[in-house]
């Protein structure tokens, strides 16, 4: 009865180890399958470029900050005072021109200085008062003139010039384009050059633009015993640049 019992058990193992081994070779088959799209993209062949665009500008606008600076024996007379220089500045700017909503202040402050004697003892305090009016300028043919007006106005100190066109987005499309342009050209060139047929793009890539914008260096300081006498400002240029990468494919001829 014993050997009967093993003669059966035996098939039944064998059947059990067929199976398990059939389960183990499954999943190496799938993954024999995935592997297939790999191993076909890995055989993409492609041409990769670097394209340079650059624009040129010459500015159409700039923009100006102007410093009124009052003192006085106490807080309310150097800031009435200083209100009264602010209220005359931005009337001689918007007679030339200028619209309200390009004039707007953009610092202000109040603080306390003292004043001493010959011993370093305290004798007194003195409160100033720091503003300063930020211009746009859309009409440089009057920017010397303007900036002269401010000064004959009350204004202490003119600063951090720069200039900028107005459509500036136009301007960095165009050094865009231009390095898509430049790298098309290249691939093209690479192409001939391998013999290759050049085909379509594979990707496109716009990186590094950068827009310089010249600066003026114009610190007048003084007021109404200034000599305004006009001083021309040079706009010099604005220049944009773009770089493109693109990647081609490519084929035997």
């Known amino acids: 009865m014993r050997n009967k019992t093993l003669t059966y058990a035996i098939p039944v193992l064998l059947l059990v180890t067929l199976v398990l081994g059939a389960c183990q070779l499954a999943p190496a088959a799938n993954a024999q399958n995935t592997i297939t799209p790999v191993e076909s993209a890995g055989s993409l062949r492609t041409i990769a470029v670097t394209g340079t665009g650059e624009v040129i500008l010459v500015p159409d606008m700039a923009y100006i900050n102007v410093g009124i600076h009052t003192e006085a024996e106490d807080v309310t ?50 409160y100033a008062v720091d ?90 300081g003084g007021g109404a015993a200034e000599d305004t006498t006009s001083v021309p400002i040079s706009a010099g240029q604005i220049v944009v640049t773009a770089n493109a990468d693109l990647v081609y494919e490519f084929s035997d001829n």
């Open 131 to 220: 503003n300063t009016l930020y211009l746009v300028v859309r009409d440089l043919t009057k920017l010397s003139e303007m900036l002269d007006t401010a000064l004959g106005a009350g204004a202490n100190q003119i600063y951090g010039i720069s200039f900028d066109i107005a459509d500036r987005s136009g301007a960095i499309a165009r050094a865009r384009d231009l390095a898509i342009q430049d790298a098309g050209a290249k691939a093209a060139a690479a192409a001939n050059t391998a013999g290759v047929a050049l085909g379509k793009i594979h990707s496109i890539s716009i990186v590094n633009t950068s827009y310089v914008q010249p600066l003026a260096g114009y610190g007048r």
């Open 77 to 126: 007379s150097a800031v009435s005072a200083n209100n009264q220089q602010a209220a005359d500045i931005t009337a001689a700017i918007i007679s030339m021109g200028v619209e309200e909503k390009d004039i707007q202040t953009s610092n202000f402050n109040v603080y306390s200085m003292n004043r001493y004697d010959n011993m370093s003892n305290v004798i007194g305090t003195t």
